[in-house]
Nanobody
Framework: QVQLVESGGGLVQPGGSLSLSCTAS??????LGWYRQAPGKQRELVAT???????IYSDSVKGRFTVSRDNAKNTVSLQMNSLKPEDTALYYC?????????WGRGTQVTVSS
């Protein structure tokens, strides 16, 4: 069983920055990343990163968000810059190994003036 514990998030003005972090128990070989879900919408991919550092971003965050990981500490981070109101959502940490998928409880990010 993998446990994912998120930290960060909060309220920020448009154009501002926030950083999210997630600690994963277990192996450093997991695919790690972040998804988000806005009210009334489906959960969507934000960014993922493999153990070797290969990243994937959704088009909506490309160039503004940066995902990184520390394999020694089993952590994954998401640096979010130039935030927009449409980035408001519950952000979930995500881990996958083979066909097994694990989720954190989510951390709220609200972008509003």
């Amino acid at each position: 069983q993998v446990q994912l514990v998120e930290s960060g998030g909060g309220l920020v003005q448009p154009g501002g920055s926030l950083s999210l972090s997630c600690t994963a128990s277990g192996s450093s070989r997991y695919l790690l990343g972040w998804y988000r879900q806005a009210p009334g919408k489906q959960r969507e991919l934000v960014a993922t990163i493999t153990a070797s550092g290969t990243t994937i971003y959704s088009d909506s965050v490309k160039g503004r968000f940066t995902v990184s990981r520390d394999n020694a500490k089993n952590t994954v981070s998401l640096q979010m810059n130039s935030l927009k109101p449409e980035d408001t959502a519950l952000y979930y940490c995500y881990a996958k190994i083979f066909s097994l998928v694990y989720w954190g409880r989510g951390t709220q990010v609200t972008v509003s003036s």
